[in-house]
């Protein structure tokens, strides 16, 4: 069922790029009359990678606080604390710019009935009067904002304006009723499924973009803030949601007041009476439970052992794990097969009968959620357009322990889906403008694409240990991270300049070409010399480092072709000892780099080697 949902998607995408015209759009999501408070703007604070003169993290986070400020203007609201649903929410003169942020959401959600209650607080970092611009699809009613401050809504857009005073914060509060409806493809919103025993699964998921669905909030993907939930349910419930967890009967409470974490991951409630907690490992000061029906499969599909052997070498790389003392796992009927939320992961009840081209799919998407703890939440993303860093760092990590400390054939099934299927990706991994498509369609192939281009396909140069201290230092602060962060990183702990590299393998515009090569090989005594040639249409040259595979009748050798970090030629050579003639040449045998032969000589125009669509998606 996933794979022919993938499918359809790649075929819209395909459809899509080949007609694409990129579109530029404004970088601020609150489109109104007014420059947006709650957006990135001059005055928001950036991080700088440590060590990297000069590269910009793009977090809009004021003293590790919640999101900078940006730029205020006056609107035309009415009403002290209601909602003017008629009002002009622009015009007016400039004021002072405010400095405001989001700093806590207190949400409220009552399972049975879906009545929400949103307390929003902002702290005010530089006195000002101006508007902060809010999203929420949902009407909101019953506000109550300080004395002095008006609300208006229209549509899905909200402005609270007043006069704000640096070091006094603000509260809003509302009431919605969440909409049970959720994106058939996604998943996203708010459902209701039967699970494995019939018991009804409740999912209030959010993602990217998408907290609007249930009340008030920023959606910029780069706000990390603190959050409290107090979920009231039926006695047999048992619900899941981010953070520290407590719970009576009838209601929890979760909190995330420690580490910071992002919307995308944060709104996010789930719901089984069903499931049954059971340990799975303690390690690296953290308690791993289960949470799943007794018909599921969840627990023998899992390496205990091998888990907790992974999250004490994760921590280990990346620091203490970000959210508690506890981490939980549900199996629960989802569309997808994982999603990260802060304290919590949910996978997909069938993992264990599911086969995507990993050897072993629980333990991949365990290893790969877990990641997310770190890369996604706790360090999060600069805009939607980063995206795919998250996900290429997710599959490393995993592939990386996979590698070096799991069965063999766990990493090589791994390169070979990210090969095979990373080929059909239709869109760049970082597109410098937003593609004409919802995220899930654009970044299909992304997933495979992007741990091969952005670390697997750099290891001849950099070895393992510089792309993990790269990550580590990527990964080490919880701020907003870019694409170009990454590479400052790279470059950071290889000392090489990667400026060419991710031009041509990461940024652009254009729909995606990977490079195609062709191989001939000479024979002079016991030295065979085999010759790389790209051959794209579009000429480019691509930096790679490409293993030939030379078979003779009874000896094997592998010759390891560079292009170089700045190419000039699209040719290259590289020379092996073998004593017979070479009987077959294999290309890339191990699956480490994008790239596929050229068609062989025929008397008409050989057509394209055929791309394999993109599988499964971990997320929505």
Same mark, same amino acid.
């Given at each position: 069922?996933?794979?022919?949902?993938? /499918?359809?998607?790649?075929?819209?995408?395909?459809?899509?790029?080949?007609?694409?015209?990129?579109?530029?759009?404004?970088?601020?999501?609150?489109?109104?009359? +007014?420059?947006?408070?709650?957006?990135?703007?001059?005055?928001?604070?950036?991080?700088?990678?440590?060590?990297?003169?000069?590269?910009? %993290?793009?977090?809009?986070?004021?003293?590790?606080?919640?999101?900078?400020?940006?730029?205020?203007?006056?609107?035309?609201?009415?009403?002290?604390?209601?909602?003017?649903?008629?009002?002009?929410?622009?015009?007016?003169?400039?004021?002072?710019?405010?400095?405001?942020?989001?700093?806590?959401?207190?949400?409220?959600?009552?399972?049975?009935?879906?009545?929400?209650?949103?307390?929003?607080?902002?702290?005010?970092?530089?006195?000002?009067?101006?508007?902060?611009?809010?999203?929420?699809? +949902?009407?909101?009613?019953?506000?109550? =904002?300080?004395?002095?401050?008006?609300?208006?809504? /229209?549509?899905?857009?909200?402005?609270?304006?007043?006069?704000?005073?640096?070091?006094?914060?603000?509260?809003?509060?509302?009431?919605?009723?969440?909409?049970?409806?959720?994106?058939?493809?996604?998943?996203?919103?708010?459902?209701?499924?039967?699970?494995?025993?019939?018991?009804?699964?409740?999912?209030?998921?959010?993602?990217?973009?998408?907290?609007?669905?249930?009340?008030?909030?920023? *959606?910029?993907?780069?706000?990390?803030?603190?959050?409290?939930?107090?979920?009231?349910?039926?006695?047999?419930?048992?619900? +899941?949601?981010?953070?520290?967890?407590?719970?009576?009967?009838?209601?929890?409470?979760? @909190?995330?007041?420690?580490?910071?974490?992002?919307?995308?991951?944060?709104?996010?409630?789930?719901?089984?009476?069903?499931?049954?907690?059971?340990?799975?490992?303690?390690? %690296?000061?953290?308690?791993?439970?289960?949470?799943?029906?007794?018909?599921?499969?969840?627990?023998?599909?899992?390496?205990?052992?091998?888990?907790?052997?992974?999250?004490?070498?994760?921590?280990?790389?990346?620091?203490?794990?970000?959210?508690?003392?506890?981490?939980?796992?549900?199996?629960?009927?989802?569309?997808? +097969?994982?999603?990260?939320?802060? =304290?919590?992961?949910?996978? /997909?009840?069938?993992?264990?009968?599911?086969?995507?081209?990993?050897?072993?799919?629980?333990?991949?998407?365990?290893?790969? @959620?877990?990641?997310?703890?770190?890369?996604?939440?706790?360090?999060?993303?600069?805009?939607?357009?980063?995206?795919?860093?998250?996900?290429?760092?997710?599959?490393?990590?995993?592939?990386?322990?996979?590698?070096?400390?799991?069965?063999?054939?766990?990493?090589?099934?791994?390169?070979?889906?990210?090969?095979?299927?990373?080929?059909?990706?239709?869109?760049?991994?970082?597109?410098?403008? *937003?593609?004409?498509?919802?995220?899930?369609?654009?970044?299909?192939?992304?997933?495979?694409?992007?741990?091969?281009?952005?670390?697997?396909?750099?290891?001849?140069?950099?070895?393992?240990? %510089?792309?993990?201290?790269?990550?580590?230092?990527?990964?080490? $602060?919880?701020? %907003?991270?870019?694409?170009?962060?990454? /590479?400052?990183?790279?470059?950071?702990?290889?000392?090489?300049?990667?400026?060419?590299?991710?031009?041509?393998?990461?940024?652009?515009?254009?729909?995606? @070409?990977?490079?195609?090569?062709?191989?001939?090989?000479?024979?002079?005594?016991?030295?065979?010399?085999?010759?790389?040639?790209?051959?794209?249409?579009?000429?480019?040259?691509?930096?790679?480092?490409?293993?030939? @595979?030379?078979?003779?009748?009874?000896?094997?050798?592998?010759?390891?072709?560079?292009?170089?970090?700045?190419?000039?030629?699209?040719?290259?050579?590289?020379?092996?000892?073998? $004593?017979?003639?070479?009987?077959?040449?294999?290309?890339? *045998?191990?699956?480490?780099?994008?790239?596929?032969?050229?068609?062989?000589?025929?008397?008409?125009?050989?057509?394209?080697?055929?791309?394999?669509?993109?599988?499964?998606?971990?997320?929505?």
């Amino acid at each position: 069922m996933r794979e022919q949902i993938w /499918r359809t998607r790649l075929t819209a995408a395909r459809r899509e790029r080949a007609r694409y015209t990129p579109r530029v759009r404004s970088l601020c999501l609150f489109v109104t009359a +007014l420059t947006c408070i709650a957006c990135s703007g001059s005055d928001g604070a950036s991080a700088r990678l440590p060590g990297v003169a000069g590269t910009d %993290a793009h977090t809009d986070m004021d003293s590790g606080a919640g999101a900078g400020g940006a730029d205020g203007a006056t609107s035309s609201v009415a009403g002290n604390g209601g909602v003017a649903g008629d009002q002009d929410l622009g015009g007016g003169g400039a004021l002072d710019e405010p400095g405001v942020a989001i700093s806590r959401y207190d949400y409220r959600l009552d399972l049975a009935s879906r009545e929400a209650e949103s307390t929003l607080t902002f702290d005010v970092t530089r006195s000002g009067s101006g508007c902060v611009n809010l999203k929420s699809s +949902l009407p909101v009613r019953d506000t109550l =904002a300080p004395l002095g401050f008006e609300l208006a809504q /229209r549509a899905d857009e909200l402005a609270l304006c007043g006069s704000f005073t640096a070091g006094n914060a603000v509260q809003l509060s509302t009431k919605q009723t969440v909409i049970e409806a959720a994106d058939p493809k996604t998943q996203v919103g708010f459902s209701r499924r039967p699970d494995r025993a019939n018991r009804e699964f409740s999912y209030l998921l959010g993602w990217l973009e998408q907290c609007p669905r249930f009340g008030p909030c920023d *959606p910029a993907p780069q706000r990390l803030t603190h959050y409290t939930f107090d979920v009231s349910h039926a006695t047999a419930d048992v619900v +899941l949601c981010p953070g520290v967890r407590t719970f009576t009967e009838g209601s929890t409470h979760c @909190e995330l007041l420690d580490t910071l974490a992002p919307s995308y991951s944060s709104f996010a409630i789930a719901s089984d009476s069903g499931w049954a907690r059971t340990p799975l490992v303690t390690a %690296a000061g953290v308690s791993v439970v289960l949470y799943d029906t007794p018909a599921g499969s969840l627990y023998g599909g899992l390496d205990a052992a091998s888990f907790g052997d992974f999250l004490e070498w994760l921590t280990q790389l990346l620091g203490p794990y970000p959210y508690g003392d506890e981490l939980r796992v549900a199996s629960a009927p989802t569309t997808f +097969l994982g999603m990260e939320h802060p =304290a919590n992961i949910v996978v /997909r009840d069938d993992l264990t009968n599911l086969f995507v081209g990993y050897s072993n799919v629980p333990m991949h998407v365990l290893l790969h @959620e877990t990641v997310h703890q770190w890369a996604g939440n706790r360090t999060t993303l600069s805009s939607t357009l980063d995206y795919l860093w998250k996900e290429a760092i997710a599959e490393y990590l995993a592939y990386v322990f996979e590698d070096e400390r799991r069965p063999f054939p766990e990493a090589m099934s791994a390169r070979s889906l990210w090969h095979n299927t990373g080929l059909g990706a239709p869109y760049p991994i970082r597109p410098l403008t *937003p593609p004409p498509l919802p995220l899930e369609d654009w970044a299909a192939g992304g997933y495979d694409t992007a741990p091969l281009a952005l670390f697997v396909q750099l290891e001849p140069w950099l070895g393992r240990p %510089a792309v993990l201290a790269a990550i580590q230092l990527f990964l080490r $602060d919880p701020v %907003a991270r870019s694409m170009d962060d990454l /590479r400052a990183a790279l470059e950071t702990t290889s000392r090489l300049e990667l400026a060419n590299y991710f031009a041509a393998w990461v940024f652009g515009d254009e729909p995606v @070409e990977w490079p195609v090569v062709s191989a001939t090989v000479q024979q002079t005594g016991s030295e065979a010399t085999v010759t790389l040639t790209q051959s794209q249409s579009r000429g480019r040259i691509f930096p790679c480092v490409i293993d030939v @595979e030379l078979k003779t009748a009874n000896e094997t050798a592998v010759a390891h072709v560079d292009f170089g970090l700045s190419p000039s030629s699209t040719s290259a050579a590289a020379s092996v000892v073998l $004593d017979e003639p070479v009987v077959s040449v294999s290309i890339d *045998p191990e699956r480490r780099v994008l790239v596929f032969p050229a068609p062989a000589a025929a008397a008409a125009p050989a057509a394209p080697p055929t791309r394999l669509a993109p599988r499964v998606p971990f997320h929505p």
